[in-house]
């Protein structure tokens, strides 16, 4: 419900200065106007990365790779989801010193949009098909709710585009400065204890805005998130903005807005504004926000073209008065914020839906698929009634409306496609990044690394299995953008070079401990790890150290129901490493 916008008092006035300091623009729209001030906004203000698509269509698909103009080719082709892959056989140790041109191979990574996270089991099917034909079988679930293809080559885009637009699928604005895509719970209305579905919501966001000019010109790229399920199953506290299902004591139930999260080399988690924002009105305040960051965010340095500096140098308070009066036009009330979340919010495992019959949770290992498995899965849920499922941003896939004397014959004929609907704690709490295989910024091997991790720490563990919880969560990124969340895991491991005791440089990882968002089990949630001076550990032991690390945790906690969270940020420095 909206109110009438009064007046906020003065500030006090500052104290005097001596002689003000005077400082380079930072690219804000309305403060410097649109002049660019580096390469990346020359391009973009000198030609829109939506156009690119009708060059890709008419030129570069018929006349291939090397007729790609380089700002179309390492710029606005991300607008629509393409980003050249990286060339087999580059170690890591050359990420940091080759160029991209000596780094990128002629083959593209392709991320198909999934706002929500919501698929058809023809969807889902026409993907496999797709990544069957034209990307190799590679088909990964990514934990920004896509799924990723690789191999790609830009003379088979235009009949990937096709195929998918017949099943209402697209790669529109899927990278790029841009509203990437829309992360919403996977149990949208469906869960018996949801609060609010926002699917209306995202799919209003969805059509009116993803593909408009007026914000496909971004500082840099802008995420979103909404969940009305009390496990806040959509990392809100990491997007650039976040929409939280709550009840308002008078005005119902609505949305709690989180702003500002961010992480990679400089992470930040989002802020509560403190205001109540209503079903109705969040396609009007979701304008309002990112319009705040393409009018002020900052465009000079990249590195500080995120939305999270913006609110760190704003803060709250002011940040909420530039919403209400210059792109609302009206006050939003005082709202609570979320409960503790007290259900696991990866979905994992069998659950009851609201209408009598069953959603499953399936694990494929840390998100590394293919396209073939993607069309065995939906064959599988038609087989059994169902022709939905959806993608989580723990890269994982929940499968909709399963009758209850299905649930069992369903989950033994899931496993053998490798989803896996009662994985061990480390199957399940595994993520990682695309990794050195594919990505150009990638220094060490991440999937195949955590898939090896995960064999040998159920069998080193299994003497200890019922003494571990529910979640021990493990995240591997390949560098330190942390596209695989590794400052909010239990066990968060960046990649990197690193010098072994008799010299050697080898691939490794800097150990994160003892971070989290929220989830029934960490008493950290809202807490970014800590890391310890000079831990740092071979790609190639990892397992041991991951093996003397849980059961140091094991045999010194207090009590059982101390988190691994709690337990790593408390625990002397000698106890980690």
């Not at 570069?60 to 103009?69: E, N, P, Q, R, W």
């Not at 593209?108 to 929500?116: E, P």
């Not at 949801?194 to 914000?215: N, S, W």
């Not at 990892?542 to 988190?563: G, K, T, V």
Request: proline share 5%.
């Amino acid at each position: 419900m909206a109110k009438t916008l009064t007046a906020r008092p003065d500030q006090a006035a500052a104290p005097a200065r001596r002689k003000p300091v005077s400082k380079k623009p930072n690219g804000q729209w309305k403060i410097d106007g649109t002049t660019p001030l580096n390469a990346n906004e020359e391009f973009k203000l000198a030609d829109d990365g939506l156009h690119v698509r009708e060059r890709i269509i008419d030129t570069y698909s018929k006349d291939g790779f090397d007729a790609i103009d380089s700002d179309d080719l390492h710029g606005r082709f991300r607008w629509w989801g393409l980003y050249t892959q990286r060339k087999q056989g580059i170690d890591g140790g050359r990420t940091a010193t080759l160029s991209p041109e000596e780094l990128e191979d002629k083959y593209f990574m392709l991320r198909v949009r999934i706002d929500s996270g919501q698929l058809t089991t023809e969807q889902t099917r026409v993907i496999g098909e797709i990544s069957r034909d034209f990307a190799r079988d590679t088909a990964d679930v990514t934990d920004r709710q896509n799924v990723q293809l690789h191999w790609v080559q830009v003379e088979d885009v235009p009949e990937i585009w096709r195929r998918l637009a017949e099943v209402n699928l697209d790669t529109t604005e899927a990278c790029g400065d841009v509203s990437r895509v829309i992360l919403g719970s996977p149990l949208a209305g469906i869960a018996a204890d949801e609060l609010i579905d926002p699917t209306p919501v995202i799919h209003d966001i969805k059509e009116k805005y993803i593909g408009d000019p007026a914000f496909s010109n971004l500082p840099r790229k802008f995420k979103t998130c909404f969940t009305g399920h009390p496990s806040q199953d959509v990392v809100h506290e990491i997007n650039d903005i976040a929409f939280v299902g709550v009840t308002h004591p008078d005005l119902g139930v609505g949305y709690d807005l989180w702003v500002g999260g961010g992480l990679s080399t400089n992470p930040k988690l989002a802020e509560r504004l403190g205001v109540f924002v209503t079903q109705d009105q969040a396609v009007e305040v979701w304008k309002g926000v990112i319009s705040i960051f393409r009018d002020y965010g900052y465009r000079r340095l990249r590195n500080k073209a995120r939305l999270k500096f913006l609110l760190a140098d704003w803060g709250v308070e002011k940040f909420r008065q530039v919403l209400e009066e210059e792109y609302l036009g009206y006050a939003l009330p005082d709202g609570p914020a979320p409960k503790t979340p007290t259900v696991t919010g990866d979905h994992v495992g069998v659950h009851a839906q609201k209408d009598g019959k069953f959603y499953i949770g399936l694990t494929p290992t840390v998100g590394r698929i293919s396209g073939s498995q993607l069309i065995d899965l939906a064959h599988l849920v038609e087989k059994y009634g169902s022709t939905r499922l959806s993608t989580t941003p723990y890269q994982k896939l929940v499968v909709l409306d399963i009758e209850k004397d299905d649930v069992e014959p369903f989950i033994a004929e899931a496993e053998k496609l490798g989803f896996y609907a009662r994985p061990s704690v480390f199957r399940r709490s595994t993520i990682a990044c695309t990794g050195i295989e594919y990505c150009k910024l990638a220094i060490v091997a991440t999937k195949s690394t955590a898939a090896r991790v995960i064999d040998n720490l159920e069998e080193r563990l299994a003497d200890v299995a019922d003494q571990l919880p529910e979640r021990l969560t493990l995240h591997i990124n390949g560098c330190p953008n942390s596209c695989a969340r590794i400052q909010t895991a239990d066990i968060g491991l960046k990649g990197q070079i690193i010098t072994t005791e008799d010299g050697r440089q080898v691939p490794g990882f800097q150990v994160h401990l003892g971070g989290g968002l929220a989830d029934y089990q960490n008493d950290a949630a809202g807490t970014l790890g800590r890391t310890v001076r000079g831990l740092k550990v071979e790609a190639d032991l990892l397992e041991d150290y991951l093996e003397r690390l849980i059961r140091a945790y094991l045999a010194e906690r207090a009590d059982a129901s101390l988190s691994f969270a709690r337990w790593a940020m408390e625990a002397d420095e000698q106890q980690l490493v």
